[in-house]
């Protein structure tokens, strides 16, 4: 059995289209097509149903699915085996991660990764939108969540520390709350659907406020970008925020009740086998960028 032809398969299938699967390998469509066709006649079996619109599998195709991804991923753990785990990772690598994250603290370390490993090549989708890996095609997705998928096999990245926060100018105009239930006199800002914040009170006990927002954005460094102009009071994550709060043009508010979050920040990936080898340096990569300590939280005052 032809690997180069297992690959095309495989890659037909994530990205549902013969077109899509030819440009990621470097062949033209017709090529891609004759080449399926000859590889489903050597089994014996049509794998993937063509119409103009869509390209789907046939009951075969997804039930032939895992066992070439197994194939072709034990393949690519003998090779680098054989390499006694030197072989420099090669190939193309697709990431999915949030839109601000991305932004603020992975692409400007690309270009260490990138020198670092010079054969990789990196297609990244930046989206507040939880895609599909397997249907996209994603090697790998970093998320903020709290991580209930056990399909998924995930390592922790960092903590997800919160603080509510507000501008010097907004707090000299409309004064400071002193507890929760004074926000629904402020000015709210929220990112996506974050609008039910959840406080630790001094006394142990939890208070769950929903606020009414007055601005709702979909990006944190853009609800960030509001609150420093002194639109409201937001609620962000220390990783988008961190560097206002040092530069004193937010400041954090309700010191006395410290945000409650139950999420994590993961990086995720689509299979329980052993991890292929340019997932597994992008992942160590992070890590040791963003340290025990994320580097954005560090003499962080709050």
């Known amino acids: 059995m032809d690997f180069s032809d297992l690959t095309l398969f495989v890659r037909i299938a994530r990205l549902a289209s013969i077109s899509a699967a030819a440009r990621d390998l470097g062949i033209t469509p017709a090529a891609a097509s004759a080449r399926l066709a000859s590889f489903e006649k050597d ?3 049509r794998l993937v149903h063509r119409t103009t619109r869509a390209t789907t599998l046939t009951e075969d195709g997804a039930a032939f699915l895992p066992h070439a991804e197994h194939l072709l991923e034990s393949a690519e753990l003998a090779r680098v085996a054989l390499g006694r785990g030197n072989a420099t990772p090669s190939g193309v690598l697709r990431i999915a991660a949030p839109s601000s994250f991305a932004r603020m603290h992975i692409v400007p370390g690309l270009p260490e990764f990138t020198s670092r490993y010079p054969d990789l090549r990196l297609d990244m989708r ?11 095609g994603f090697d790998v997705a970093v998320r903020y969540a709290d991580l209930g998928d056990s399909s998924f096999v995930a390592r922790r990245i960092a903590p997800d520390k919160r603080v509510l926060v507000a501008s010097p100018g907004y707090l000299e105009r409309h004064g400071e709350p002193q507890s929760p239930e004074e926000l629904d006199r402020h000015a709210c800002l929220v990112v996506g659907t974050l609008d039910l914040w959840t406080f630790q009170r001094p006394d142990g006990g939890v ?5 009414a927002p007055t601005i709702r954005i979909n990006d944190g460094g853009a609800v960030c970008t509001a609150a420093r102009d002194g639109l409201g009071i937001a609620l962000m994550a220390t990783w988008c925020a961190a560097d206002e709060i040092r530069a004193g043009t937010l400041v954090p508010i309700l010191r006395d009740f410290p945000l409650v979050s139950t999420q994590t920040l993961w990086a995720i990936y689509p299979s329980a086998r052993e991890l292929a080898p340019k997932v597994r340096v992008f992942i160590d990569w992070l890590v040791e960028r963003i340290g025990p300590e994320p580097y954005w939280d560090r003499g962080l005052l709050l």
């Open 126 to 136: 930046i989206s507040d939108s939880v895609v599909d890996l397997v249907e996209g």
């Open 207 to 211: 208070t769950a406020k929903r606020v």
């Open 43 to 45: 089994l014996g079996s």
